[in-house]
């Protein structure tokens, strides 16, 4: 496994890394399958652990927070989010300072544990003022509660007014934003976000590198009934079209050429980027966990960087 520093700062977390968005929650997969994984990806290297608040309302959190229990808490890297409703009440959402104080206490409780070293601003919020927000969270951090706390799926100008906030402010800036980012999905984070990123010090751990399951090859015969895209329509219309079927079968023969597979074609073309700290990924077996965590060992040639551009334009 090859570690990589968030940016500038010092910590250093597993360039490829586990969520739980798939694989935790009410109604997702068999809870000691799910502990398996947990375990296989500790196994193999992975110190960085992705969760929010909102993923099985608190279940995720509850359920990994149990199985990580088990190693030493200094061995793990923890992120969790803030923003998405957590019940009916009007309070209960958002990113003001009423929500992240008391969202934090409930998600350290279901992790069992006295701080994270990563926690996300889930979507910026338009009904709080950025203020509000960049100086909770600042404070979270000198309470000890937080080491580092970033955004997720914001806007290039919405993260440079953050860091505008903070440096006026003297508060403790983001260092680190979550967008989605894959061979299919990327204009937003080359276009937008590492133009504002990188030059802060900012790292990107990115989410649905796998454009959610399209890229490993699951569907070039089409939908099969027990997959994501059958549950979900909006991940079926923003990936399954004809045009990135054939372009997940031309990949085909670049993994085969390199002797590996399309999932790690893909996580080490994410991974080629300087401003990527780490790829989180989904997994809801074991063999996926294996299979995926081989990216961090490949290295992709300018040439063959080439060669996918020219399939991905």
């Known amino acids: 496994m090859q570690y990589r520093r968030i940016g500038n700062a010092g910590i250093k977390i597993s360039a490829v890394s586990l969520g739980g968005w798939i694989n935790y929650g009410e109604g997702k997969v068999d809870t000691g399958e799910a502990q398996k994984v947990v375990e296989a990806a500790y196994a193999n290297g992975v110190n960085y652990f992705d969760l929010a608040d909102v993923y099985g309302r608190g279940q995720a959190e509850s359920q990994m927070g149990e199985v990580l229990k088990q190693y030493p808490r200094h061995t793990l890297v923890i992120a969790t989010k803030v923003y998405w409703p957590m019940s009916d009440d009007i309070n209960d959402r958002g990113l003001s300072r009423k929500h992240i104080f008391e969202s934090i206490d409930k998600s350290l409780k279901r992790l069992g544990t006295d701080y994270v070293d990563l926690y996300f601003c889930h979507r910026p919020d338009p009904e709080t003022p950025l203020y509000e927000t960049v100086r909770a969270m ?6 000890g509660k937080v080491l580092y706390w970033g955004t997720s799926v914001w806007t290039g100008a919405q993260i440079r007014e953050a860091l505008y906030l903070c440096e006026k402010g003297g508060f403790y800036p ?3 934003e979550q967008p989605q980012y894959s061979m299919l999905y990327r204009e937003h984070v080359e276009h937008d976000v590492l133009p504002v990123t990188a030059p802060a010090g900012m790292g990107l751990v990115v989410w649905s590198p796998l454009a959610m399951g399209m890229l490993t090859g699951k569907y070039d015969q089409g939908l099969p009934e027990d997959s994501r895209f059958a549950r979900e ?11 990135n079927v054939n372009r997940v079968k031309a990949l085909k023969s670049i993994a085969d050429e390199l002797g590996i597979t399309r999932s790690q074609l893909a996580l080490a ?29 490949v290295n992709l040639s300018a040439e063959v960087i080439q060669r996918i551009e020219t399939i991905l334009s």
């Open 138 to 143: 600042d404070d979270l951090v000198r309470m």
């Open 174 to 176: 983001p260092q680190v």
């Open 233 to 243: 329509d909006w991940a079926k219309e923003r990936f399954l079209t004809e045009e």
């Open 269 to 297: 073309w994410t991974l080629r980027h300087p401003g990527v700290s780490s790829a989180i990924s989904g997994a809801t077996k074991v063999s996926q966990v294996e299979d995926n965590l081989k990216a961090a060992e």
